[in-house]
């Protein structure tokens, strides 16, 4: 009995900590690794037979999986033996790429889909470590390694890992992934979105190799409030991280400093650096800064730049700006489906550019690391997203938690790139006591995590007292962000464009503001009058009058039309216009511009 009991006990501790989160490691874009990219055999599985028994027990968490569990890749060991699937026998997907358009029957799939990537791999287990990384799976995922579970990972967009250097053999490893895609109501999104929601390995997986102690984590950026000092943290894992020598070299500062780790493995730094050519979209200069142990070498290309508000100003290295942006969901203008390579980013970027543009907003969930990596080079500035979109289950403390963590996760890969200046909260939220309490308390952690970045969320602007044609912003939201940003469709959903010039805008905050939305559909070819909805001279008007409206708000300081591309949506289903997709597009799904590209693009040239 008493044995059974620390079986039991074994068991549980083990599965614990086997499912713990191991802690992301960043810059892996400049670390050896192995791609783990290409086909992968999968398995669709609707029922997700090969997680639960016909009592709906999950496998992974009986002391000994019964053989039908995927996860174990089992093969029948004789001719009798009864065992349900093969991998090896199944077709093959690749990886990254969602599934939808890679195979015509997932199209409209959601649910479990089980991914098996085999490799050999020789490690010498006496100096060095092995993970495995995901930048992102959509939505719920599991992953084991030679049959025993890692973990489970939550969130579509944002990266993970998992140390598998114990379990590793030098040949015939299986990784096997179980990816859900279902909407659920109390996820991050939440059931309803305005886009596709794309399953699979959506982004790089690989293997990283580290030394036994290593650079997992660092945050290097101008020290908030003074410009002549570069501070941050380090952070070493392994066993060796405390009490241990780290040196942060930038060459070009020649700054060569040396640091201590405490008990913990971690540093925090200041030095002096007067002489520093500040990133700017101008020249977005970037220094390669090192960081060196005896044991690891990392090195990143950072940039440093101040980005504050005053009144209602935004002070980019105290200068004030005005954010010429475009917003921009992740979706490949090369293949088909959602983007997630250097490439993809590369047109998307370009074409901001070729519009006039010096900011982006990536909407409404993080987008793939080559965005903001481009976006540093490019001098082009940033808002990020946490999928906290529309109606989220605001009591949920489970909900608030997985918003907390996406976020988190998102900060901890990004936070090192200059190009990114605001962490947005959530879109369109309806306001109520829980909501403005969800957000406050992410906003409050985003606050701590980065000091050195400002605060906003897309919120909704609303009728001033019973005026119907003065605008105002009533949030209480309002009261917490550094910008203040709201999204408006008069013209499209509310009135025709012509209404725009009877708006007022009365806003009575001291901050910047940004209209992160305003925009109309359109299909590219389609012409006619500018009174006739769908056209592109429609589209066209829109923006002019809009254009025109927007510049009487005294405070604004940026917009982010809604949107580059058309892209995907279940929601936009009208025959011969949309057929699936959003239309509000300055660009069609093809790459042609409509008329209002040249709008945008004009307004930002005079700009
Ligand atoms: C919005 C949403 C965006 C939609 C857009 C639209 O306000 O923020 O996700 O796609 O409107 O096209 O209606």
Redesign the pocket.
Known sequence: MIKKVVLVFTFLVTTLILNAQDKLIINTYNRPTTSLNGYWEYIVDPYENGYYNYRYEAFDKQENPQKGAFFLNSKSESKSDLVEYDFDKMDSILVPSDWNTQKENLFYYEGTLWYKKSFDYKLDKTSNRLFVYFEASNYKTEVYFNGKKLGVHVGGFTPFNYEITSLLKENDNFLIVKVDNKRIKEGVPTLL???WNYGGITRDVKLIETSNTFVQDYFIQLKPKDSNKISGYITLNGENAPQKNVQISIPELNINRSFKTNNTGKLSFEIDAKTISYWSMEKPHLYDVTIMTDLDTVTDQIGFRSIQTKGKQILLNNKPIFLKGISIHEESPIHDGRGWNKEDAKQILNWAKELGCNYVRL??YPHNEHMLRLADKMGILVWEENPV?WTISWENENTFLNAKNQLSEVIDRDKNRASVIIWSMA??TPTSDARNNFLKKLASFTKEKDPTRLISA?LEQSDYKDDKFTRTISDPFADVVDILSF?Q?IGW?DGLPEKCSKISWNIQQDKPVIIS?F?A?AKYGLHGDKSERWTEEFQEHLYIETLKMIDNIEQLQGVSP??LVDFR?PRRILPEIQDGW?R?GLISEDGLKKKAFFVLQEYYNNK
């Open positions: 979105t305005d886009w909407a409404h979109y879109n369109e897309a999204n469709y959903y939305e925009g559909g809604w949107i949506s959003n509000k």
